[in-house]
């Protein structure tokens, strides 16, 4: 079984503004959130059955340190 990570325009846009809203309540913070979201997608990418599958074909992975 093969799967691809993908992600959307707006998930990038949402991941941007999320970096910033992070960085304006503690200076660094949203790019430690950064960290820890490549991180996530690193995992999913080499083990994508370690998500809760939500959808058909769609994936959940969550952040543990960032709601």
């Known amino acids: 079984m093969?799967?691809?990570l993908r992600s959307t325009p707006?998930?990038?846009v949402d991941?941007?503004?999320a970096r910033d809203w992070y960085n304006a309540q503690s200076d660094g913070l949203g790019d430690q959130l950064g960290v820890e979201l490549d991180a996530l997608l690193s995992r999913i990418a080499g083990q994508p059955?370690?998500?809760r599958e939500i959808y058909t074909k769609l994936r959940?992975?969550?952040l543990r340190r960032f709601p």
Request: proline share 0%; charged share 25%.
């Open 2 to 4: 093969s799967f691809t």
């Open 15 to 17: 991941i941007r503004d």
């Open 49 to 51: 059955l370690i998500c």
């Open 10 to 12: 707006r998930a990038h």
């Open 60 to 62: 959940r992975g969550v």
